[in-house]
Structure formats: C-alpha cells, structure tokens
C-alpha cells in the first residue's frame, strides 16, 4: 500500500488549502481518513469517510473542513477552509479496513496568524 499526500504548505490564516491523498491501489472498498498531529501532541482525528460517502469531523473543524473521495481516481482529499495557527500540523492519510490502518508520509500543513 502506498499513499502519497500532498498539498501542504505555508498559509495565512484565513486562508485555505486543499490536500490530496492518492493511492496505488483501490480506494472503493476502505473507508478513507485524514489525521494530523502537531508537535508535542498526539496524532488526532481530522476526518474519515466510509466508503458510502458518510463523513465524520474532528470537532476542531467542523464546518471548516470538508472530506471528500474519487474511487475513479483512488483519491481522497480535504478542503481546509478558514484555517487557524492551531491548525499547524503535519497531516497523514489513512487507509482503514476491518481495524487495521495504513498510513502515508504526511504532509506539514503551516498557518501563520
């Protein structure tokens, strides 16, 4: 398994950045995620979606954030909109299936106030 994510980047805050996730293999049957830690904290949710589309937010960002998938492209991604200094972080994507979870490299994610 191999996922890439990409997007990150240094950003005002306010801003918005959109992440990628793509992976080497299908997507359709994983529910997909995004997770980021900061430095000094633990990893914690951002957002996952099942393969029918539901979606689940970390409260942090909801209403800010939006997860989204392309089984076409074996793609996930995230729209981050009106992000926040604590929003700094490096951002990993998730592969999950039957309690096992695969990650990719991380993306640092940087918001300057």
């Known amino acids: 398994v191999q996922l890439q994510a990409s997007g990150g980047g240094l950003v005002q805050a306010g801003e918005s950045l959109r992440l990628s996730c793509a992976s080497r293999?299908?997507?359709?049957?994983?529910?997909m995620g995004w997770y980021r830690q900061a430095p000094g904290k633990q990893r914690e949710l951002v957002a996952t979606i099942g393969t029918g589309g539901n979606t689940n937010y970390g409260d942090s960002v909801k209403g800010r954030f939006t997860i989204s998938r392309s089984n076409a492209e074996n793609t996930v991604y995230l729209q981050m909109n009106s992000l926040k200094p604590e929003d700094t972080a490096v951002y990993y994507c998730?592969?999950?299936?039957?309690?096992?979870?695969?990650w990719g490299q991380g993306t640092q994610v940087t918001v300057s106030s």
């Open positions: 998730e592969r999950w299936y039957r309690g096992i979870s695969h």
């Open positions: 293999s299908s997507i359709s049957s994983y529910r």
